[in-house]
């Protein structure tokens, strides 16, 4: 993939219908994307033209009050964050900024986010992006604009297709306009830092972290410290967002029972957001990063059989459950990620790596053979002529 | 009255032949034909609905499931899932030619794992067994709708069951890891596992609100979390119900998630006052229940703060739980209040629709109207903090009538919650009740492709059908349908 596509970027959802149904009828694949900024992510898509949604921008619809804002799927992130932060809000599953990850100077975009089903640490404790999307515009692979949820927090009304769609890397429909919960952003924060020996015991800290009454909002493990943040060997970290006066009262209990020292607001908020960035990974430029999530026990036994297989660098978050991983881009490095994950009954991500990979392998795990048949018949009741990203996800998909 | 399709004469015709076959797949007590011992199962929550399936079978393992399903599927026979049978919105109500696939004997806890914070539990597991099973240890599974002493896990994850708390904690899709489910052509496999974000498509968050469309959901591995140090609840009443509304949006304004934020408007206020005795002031127009976490101190500061928030719209009267005792006096009413209104009126049908929470007064005066212009009382009880209104309509079930106009007054409701920008169903599902309402919320292409992914399933509509989609269109109301054996 390049940036020599035959871009389109209309700035109309009628103008996104119009190029997706001529594509339709020409049966002419389209690359879907946002900013493009994560054309690396999972399999290179065979396309002679992109539809990008970049032009596509705007908040809709803002009510602090209902928890509820809507926006095209075009707009950047940090205009999202930036009206939110303007009432004290925030977008609850912290999507990181992997622009450093990727490359690329572009801010993401809102669709881009919800498209691929990204959040940050603080998934753990308070969902994925998935569980905050209300409801979506969308334009099927024939052209068509439907929509699915809606603008309230809790509805169950017929079968939830913006579930289907996020994280569906606009295989099975082209968001238009995405509608989130969001909730008031805690206004301080803290760090509670606890050097362990070795990996199963910084999972063990994490596991007595969110299994304490406190609101543990973010549960890492870095094995090689942040030498950035003046914290050496592995370490756990548990962070606390709340009121103030909380905030300090839970890290002190957390201390008595794990020990290890508090980081102040100053270093949490830059730290987390380098372990939600993966900065704090240190891939090489060259290396392939994979995504591997497991239940949080296992990302030991995960991160040492990376280690031994290719030397890879890690970073755990979710409290342990998920590894990512830095090294080699080879069929062997990913090899060694497939059974590594399926080991730990996990799955796994190839979420950065050449096209030549990306290409070769499957990114992500194979489905049951019975889930895999139903995946192809969902993809052909939404996208008839697979025009749609094809090949994004699963080869011949 | 909701309409049901024909029942297949091909599959009535041959009942003794499917009942002996069931027996043979299922050896010992767990198939039903008798006509005496059906009727448990002729209905649900929903019980002004009523109809014997063709037989009832309680399978006690995931094998016994996929055969069962194998044999329907090869013989074209309905298949109605069916958990606790307390869907309030006939999720579960069978059909003449159908069979029963009832969950309740899959009951059985199979693994909890604090360290991973998480139970597998099977599908006929009830909500409350979940928490009553880790609660000494401090844990408990979130999501905690009114019924949760009988409901079923597999029932939650069918209709995506919500509670009193999910402005924090979020409803069941949010608190699932994974699922083993059978599909009607009786393959088994899993979906999601034990870990967070399964990759690939999202087919947990597809499964889960899917009213038994889809599969059927034999295990479910739930998120288990750590209660906080201790919770406690405040009452604030008011003079109309546009302040109250008021004082809602300033308390969410204010930074403050409180754990539960219930509205109960003045119908609803006197029904649980009469019946529990809770101190509730009678003379207000509307009133909340808000309940807060976190240590004893912490508890103090939030109310103190909610207080403050309160008093600034003129309350009639605000009372502050000082011990655990004097919140679960607060709640006392409102948990009581199906049972309340149930004491006041013979029956009564609990709506279930979401507006934006803004919309609230005016919401609740168009109701108002609409009680006169029917002549039917109701109460309104409402998720405050998301929206979720649950109108309590009572009737006179014995006077059709009756029971005619109650319908049609909710079915108002549920429109004028989709006019102003909410939906048909919070938290209650679809079923059959609101089925007929569909296109209110959806055009007939969106309709169309929740159709075709419910194909893509269970392509001959053998599961649960005639349920969330109108008839119109809908293959499993044709005549004859082919037969895949």
Redesign the interface.
């Known amino acids: 993939m390049s940036a020599a596509l035959d871009t389109e970027a209309p700035d109309t959802e009628a103008g996104v219908a119009a190029i997706v149904a001529a594509a339709a009828a020409a049966r002419e694949p389209l690359s879907i994307e946002g900013n493009g900024t994560k054309r690396a992510l999972l399999r290179p898509v065979q396309a002679a033209r992109a539809l990008s949604l970049r032009n596509l921008t705007g908040i809709t619809l803002h009510r602090p009050q209902e928890l509820i804002l809507s926006a095209w799927a075009g707009t950047p992130l940090p205009e999202i964050e930036a009206a939110l932060a303007g009432h004290g809000q925030h977008l609850i599953a912290e999507p990181p900024d992997l622009s450093a990850l990727f490359g690329t100077d572009r801010p993401a975009t809102l669709g881009g986010v919800v498209a691929t089903n990204l959040s940050g640490p603080r998934r753990i404790a308070w969902g994925a992006m998935r569980d905050h999307v209300m409801g979506i515009r969308a334009v099927d692979g024939r052209g068509e604009v439907f929509r699915s949820g809606g603008r309230v927090l809790k509805n169950v009304t017929g079968l939830d297709l913006c579930k289907l769609l996020t994280g569906s890397h606009g295989t099975l429909g082209v968001l238009t306009e995405i509608t989130l919960k969001v909730l008031p952003a805690p206004p301080a924060v803290g760090t509670l830092a606890v050097p362990v020996r070795d990996l199963a015991a910084g999972v063990a800290v994490l596991s007595a972290g969110l299994g304490s009454p406190y609101g543990v909002s973010g549960a890492a493990l870095l094995p090689a410290g942040a030498a950035d943040f003046g914290l050496s060997g592995p370490v756990a970290l548990l962070r606390i967002e709340e009121f103030s006066e909380f905030v300090a009262y839970r890290l002190r209990r957390l201390r008595e029972e794990l020990g290890g020292t508090v980081l102040d607001e100053a270093t949490s908020r830059p730290l987390w957001r380098a372990v939600g960035d993966a900065g704090l990974l240190r891939a090489a430029a060259a290396d392939a990063v994979w995504r591997v999530s497991v239940q949080p026990t296992a990302g030991p036994t995960v991160a040492a059989a990376l280690r031994q297989a290719f030397g890879a660098r890690l970073l755990l978050d979710w409290g342990g459950g998920l590894v990512w991983a830095a090294g080699p881009a080879t069929p062997k490095a990913h090899a060694a990620v497939m059974a590594a994950a399926a080991a730990s009954r996990g799955g796994f991500t190839l979420f950065r790596a050449p096209e030549p990979l990306r290409a070769a392998v499957a990114v992500l795990p194979e489905e049951p053979a019975p889930l895999a048949a139903i995946g192809r018949r969902v993809k052909a009741a939404l996208d008839p002529q697979g025009v749609l990203n094809p090949g994004r996800m699963r080869a011949g998909l | 009255m909701i309409r049901l399709p024909d029942p297949k004469p091909e599959v009535l015709a041959r009942r003794e032949e499917i009942v002996a076959a069931l027996h043979a797949i299922l050896p010992g007590d767990g198939v039903i034909s008798e006509p005496l011992r059906l009727k448990p199962y002729e209905t649900d929550g929903l019980s002004a609905y009523r109809q014997p399936p063709l037989a009832v079978v309680l399978p006690n393992t995931t094998e016994q499931v996929a055969a069962l399903l194998r044999y329907c599927h090869g013989m074209g026979i309905r298949v109605v899932p069916r958990g606790a049978g307390t869907s309030l919105s006939g999720g579960a109500l069978p059909l003449a030619d159908a069979v029963v696939l009832g969950l309740m004997r899959m009951n059985r806890i199979l693994e909890v794992?604090?360290?991973?914070?998480?139970a597998v539990v099977e599908a006929g597991v009830t909500n409350l067994g979940i928490t009553k099973y880790v609660e000494a240890d401090?844990?408990f599974y979130a999501p905690d709708p009114s019924s949760q002493l009988a409901c079923m896990i597999g029932g939650n994850v069918s209709?995506?069951s919500?509670g009193a708390h999910?402005?924090k904690y979020?409803?069941t899709?949010?608190n699932l890891l994974g699922l083993k489910l059978v599909?009607i052509?009786g393959?088994v496999?899993?979906?999601g596992?034990?870990?967070?974000?399964?990759?690939?498509?999202?087919?947990?968050?597809?499964l889960?609100?899917?009213e038994g469309?889809?599969a059927v959901v034999t295990e479910v591995t739930v998120r288990i979390l750590?209660?906080?140090?201790g919770a406690r609840a405040m009452l604030a009443a008011f003079r109309s119900n546009e302040i109250a509304g008021q004082a809602?949006?300033a308390i969410?304004?204010?930074?403050?998630?409180p754990v539960a934020l219930e509205f109960m408007d003045r119908p609803a206020i006197h029904a649980c006052e009469a019946f529990a005795h809770a101190g509730y002031p009678l003379d207000a127009e509307a009133m909340l229940i808000i309940e807060v976490e976190?240590?004893v101190?912490?508890q103090d500061?939030l109310l103190g703060k909610l207080k403050e928030i309160c008093t600034r719209f003129d309350p009639i009267s605000l009372r502050v739980a000082q011990t655990a005792e004097e919140s679960v006096a607060i709640w006392k009413g409102r948990k009581g209040a199906f049972g309340a209104v149930g004491r006041i009126s013979p029956d009564y049908l609990c709506m279930d629709g979401?507006?934006?929470?803004?919309e609230l007064p005016s919401v609740l005066r168009r109701i108002g109207e609409m009680s006169e212009q029917y002549g039917l009382q109701v109460a309104n009880i409402f998720?405050a903090?998301?929206?979720?209104l649950h109108p309590l309509i009572m009737f006179d079930a014995n006077d059709p009538a009756s029971f005619a106009k109650a319908e049609q007054f909710g079915a108002d409701i549920l429109t004028l919650c989709v006019e102003v920008?909410?939906?048909?169903?919070?938290?209650?599902?679809?079923g059959v009740e609101?089925r007929d309402l569909?296109g209110v919320?959806?055009?007939a292409?969106?309709?169309d492709?929740?159709r075709?992914?419910?194909?893509?399933?269970d392509p001959d509509w053998l599961l649960n059908p005639a349920k969330?989609f109108p008839l119109e269109g809908n293959p499993a109301f044709a005549p004859t349908l082919p037969r895949a054996a």
Not at chain 2, 252 to 257: A, E, F, K, L, Q
Request: negative net charge.
């Open positions: 794992d604090y360290a991973n914070r998480l401090g844990f209709m995506n919500g999910c402005l979020g409803v899709a949010n599909t052509e393959e496999f899993e979906i596992g034990r870990h967070l974000d399964a990759a690939g498509l999202d087919w947990l968050g597809l889960t609100g899917s469309q889809l750590r209660g906080p140090e809602v949006d969410i304004g204010s930074g403050i998630i976190g240590s101190a912490e500061l979401t507006i934006p929470t803004g998720h903090g998301d929206g979720n920008g909410g939906c048909l169903t919070g938290e209650h599902g679809v609101k569909m919320q959806f055009t292409k969106e309709l492709l929740q075709a992914v419910k194909s893509a399933f969330v």
